[in-house]
């Protein structure tokens, strides 16, 4: 059941030449699998289609390296700190694909995935802003009043990677605190990797299980894998390790002429 940050890479490389979904667990600047990007950058897996229900630095840091075809979202950003530069700059210049769902729309195609239906109803009809940027359509309900109902299709990715303090070798992963999306995200997908700060042993209960050892794909062993977003028990936001890689980013991107490559995210504090 354990697995290494190159077998990480190695599944996201097949899922890619697959034209299939990564997605990434975590929020904004919250137990985000950053030590599990840096190595994706690093192996120079091309093409990836991301989903980000919210996004921000492993989007930011892939799609700085050049390795990125396509991101579902319904946010990528740094929360309080801003706008994630590299993704902004993409966008802005059409350099990646890009399909804004709301956040509820992808968590009604998480839904669809892990229950193994080709589409999840919305509440009214296909209409509005959402309408011009996610794949909606309209089907009508066979009940009385048989009212327009809008549907989102299935969210079903190859490798989901989600960061966890606590983990067994078994592949039991356990969360004190908001897991947010994180289960609909690993249950969507084919595979699940998680990155854990800690590996603890099998009689050991350190807070709620996300996910049960037959869930779970492999089990990464990554003190500080978080690097500098929030993981608690281990670590805090690390703002300063956070603003350097801003500004570290901002300063490539004034370069015209400089190539974007893989980096080090950096930052993180372990207990």
């Given at each position: 059941?354990?697995?290494?940050l190159?077998?990480?890479a190695a599944?996201?490389?097949e899922a890619s030449?697959?034209?299939?979904?990564?997605a990434f667990?975590?929020?904004?600047?919250h137990?985000?699998?950053?030590?599990a990007a840096?190595?994706i950058a690093?192996a120079a897996?091309p093409?990836?289609?991301?989903?980000?229900p919210?996004?921000g630095?492993?989007?930011?840091?892939l799609v700085?390296?050049?390795?990125?075809r396509?991101?579902v979202?319904?946010?990528?950003g740094?929360e309080?700190l801003?706008?994630?530069?590299?993704f902004r700059r993409?966008r802005?210049e059409?350099a990646?694909?890009?399909?804004?769902?709301?956040?509820?729309?992808i968590?009604a195609?998480?839904r669809a995935?892990?229950?193994g239906?080709p589409?999840?109803p919305?509440?009214?009809p296909a209409t509005?802003d959402?309408a011009?940027?996610?794949?909606?359509?309209?089907v009508?309900?066979?009940?009385?009043?048989?009212?327009?109902?809008?549907?989102v299709?299935?969210?079903?990715?190859?490798?989901?990677?989600?960061?966890v303090p606590?983990?067994?070798e078994d592949?039991t992963?356990?969360?004190?605190?908001?897991p947010?999306?994180?289960?609909?995200?690993?249950?969507?997908?084919?595979?699940l990797f998680?990155t854990?700060?800690?590996?603890?042993?099998?009689?050991e209960?350190p807070g709620p299980?996300l996910f049960?050892?037959?869930e779970?794909?492999?089990?990464v062993?990554?003190?500080?894998?978080s690097?500098?977003t929030?993981s608690p028990?281990f670590?805090?936001?690390?703002v300063?390790?956070a603003?350097?890689?801003l500004?570290?980013?901002?300063?490539?991107?004034?370069?015209p002429?400089a190539r974007a490559?893989?980096?080090?995210?950096?930052g993180?504090?372990?207990?």
């Amino acid at each position: 059941m354990l697995a290494s940050l190159t077998d990480v890479a190695a599944r996201v490389r097949e899922a890619s030449k697959a034209g299939r979904l990564v997605a990434f667990g975590g929020s904004g600047l919250h137990r985000k699998p950053l030590r599990a990007a840096e190595a994706i950058a690093e192996a120079a897996v091309p093409d990836l289609r991301l989903l980000a229900p919210l996004g921000g630095p492993e989007v930011d840091l892939l799609v700085l390296a050049g390795l990125v075809r396509r991101v579902v979202f319904s946010y990528v950003g740094f929360e309080f700190l801003g706008v994630a530069p590299a993704f902004r700059r993409a966008r802005e210049e059409g350099a990646i694909e890009v399909e804004e769902w709301s956040e509820f729309a992808i968590l009604a195609g998480l839904r669809a995935g892990v229950l193994g239906l080709p589409f999840h109803p919305l509440p009214g009809p296909a209409t509005g802003d959402l309408a011009r940027t996610a794949p909606l359509a309209e089907v009508r309900s066979p009940y009385a009043p048989h009212e327009p109902v809008a549907v989102v299709p299935a969210l079903a990715p190859a490798v989901a990677i989600v960061h966890v303090p606590f983990a067994r070798e078994d592949g039991t992963a356990f969360v004190p605190g908001d897991p947010y999306a994180d289960r609909l995200v690993g249950l969507a997908a084919d595979e699940l990797f998680v990155t854990c700060d800690e590996l603890v042993g099998p009689g050991e209960v350190p807070g709620p299980a996300l996910f049960l050892a037959a869930e779970v794909t492999g089990v990464v062993p990554a003190p500080g894998g978080s690097c500098f977003t929030a993981s608690p028990p281990f670590a805090d936001l690390d703002v300063r390790g956070a603003i350097d890689y801003l500004e570290s980013v901002e300063a490539r991107l004034a370069r015209p002429s400089a190539r974007a490559a893989p980096g080090r995210a950096g930052g993180g504090r372990g207990r």
